[in-house]
């Protein structure tokens, strides 16, 4: 089956402008998870979506939102883009199981499937 | 800020050879998991060991955890070229029903012909 599908792969911004990244995750797979990662603070959680609600969000400035759309995929916006930006950002699916809730199962979870990543480079 | 700590930072060894990698977390957990990464791509779940586990195995891997010492290895045996990579490991925190997890710092291993 297909893996999770970020695009785009690869996207050069400027200081100031907004981005707009994209995922695609495995088909039957509702939780969408974003992390962020930089030489400097390593892998860093975002958000994470579930059935179109944001369950859990990292420590990152408002500037970062995300939606998760009725088919899963997801999307994340960064608003006024800073040269600190400047990361790879990984999307991960995961079957994530969940109580009335939402909650996670953990005991039915098997880990999470990663995209390739989209390398933001800010200048 | 992270919550694992990767030792060691960095490891070369030849082929045929076990590597090991520790990784130590602060608070309780749910599940540990190992994650590899080559050349800033995505990240490959390689194994989920459970906190009621002590040890779990796939193929060449062999995991521990240690909820005492709140900390896990990560072996891998009769290593190859094709090993050569970034190996993290990441928590999921006990008493919370949502997902989320926190990375460690990583060891990158460097596995010579």
């Known amino acids: 089956k297909a893996g999770v599908t970020q695009t785009p792969r690869y996207l050069i911004k400027t200081r100031g402008q907004q981005v707009t990244l994209s995922c695609s995750p495995i088909s039957g797979h509702r939780s969408v998870s974003w992390y962020q990662q930089t030489p400097g603070q390593g892998l860093q959680f975002l958000f994470e979506?579930?059935?179109?609600?944001?369950?859990n969000k990292g420590n990152f400035p408002g500037r970062f939102s995300g939606r998760q759309f009725s088919n899963s995929r997801s999307e994340m916006n960064v608003s006024t883009l800073e040269l600190g930006d400047s990361a790879l950002y990984l999307c991960?699916?995961?079957?994530?199981?969940?109580?009335?809730?939402?909650?996670?199962?953990?005991?039915?979870?098997?880990?999470?499937?990663f995209g390739s990543g989209t390398r933001l480079t800010v200048v | 800020s992270q919550q694992g700590e990767e030792d060691p930072q960095a490891l070369s060894i030849q082929e045929g050879e076990n590597a090991t990698m520790n990784c130590s977390y602060k608070?309780?957990?749910?599940?540990l998991q190992w994650y590899r990464q080559n050349s800033g791509r995505g990240l490959v779940h390689l194994i989920l060991?459970?906190?009621?586990?002590r040890e779990k195995h796939s193929g060449r891997l062999r995991v521990t955890l240690d909820t005492s010492k709140k900390s896990s290895s990560l072996l891998i045996t009769a290593s190859r070229a094709a090993d050569t990579a970034s190996y993290f490991c990441a928590t999921a925190a006990m008493n919370t029903g949502f997902q989320k997890l926190v990375f460690g710092t990583g060891t990158r291993l460097l596995v010579s012909p």
């Open positions: 991960a699916s995961s079957l994530a199981p969940g109580n009335a809730q939402g909650h996670t199962l953990w005991a039915t979870t098997n880990g999470y499937t």
């Open positions: 060991i459970r906190s009621n586990e």
């Open positions: 608070t309780s957990i749910n599940n």
């Open positions: 979506y579930f059935s179109e609600t944001q369950r």
